[in-house]
Nanobody, 128 residues
Framework: QVQLVESGGGLVQAGGSLRLSCAAS????????MGWLRQAPGKAREFVAV????????SYADSVKGRFTISRDNAENTLYLQMNNLGSEDTAVYYC?????????????????????WGHGTQVTVSS
């Protein structure tokens, strides 16, 4: 089992940047495919980005491609999300999530149901 704690959210102006972090406890962080998902008010939780266990393969939602970068540091048990050129549409609670099963087709991890462990989320608010 892995416990996840997000940080780095806040209020930023449109066009600005934020870097989210997700600290994982336990010694199995490197065994998990990791993802970032978000949930805006009144909307369903949606996929943002996913990274494989080694950090060598990533995938992004079309809405964030070219603006967001997911990365991980397995030595530090930490997942990151660098978010640039933020817009009001990016306002949401951002969740870090870990999948128990790795190596499946990447589309498996586009769904919230693809993840087994979740952090409590960090709020990102973009003002226009």
């Amino acid at each position: 089992q892995v416990q996840l704690v997000e940080s780095g959210g806040g209020l930023v102006q449109a066009g600005g940047s934020l870097r989210l972090s997700c600290a994982a406890s336990g010694r199995t962080f490197s065994a998990h495919t990791m993802g970032w998902l978000r949930q805006a008010p009144g909307k369903a939780r949606e996929f943002v980005a996913v990274i494989d266990r080694s950090g060598g393969s990533t995938s992004y939602a079309d809405s964030v491609k070219g603006r967001f970068t997911i990365s991980r540091d397995n030595a530090e048990n930490t997942l990151y999300l660098q978010m640039n050129n933020l817009g009001s549409e990016d306002t949401a609670v951002y969740y870090c999530a870990a999948a128990e099963v790795s190596g499946l087709p990447v589309s498996y991890y586009y769904r919230p149901s693809g993840y087994n462990y979740w952090g409590h989320g960090t709020q990102v608010t973009v003002s226009s």
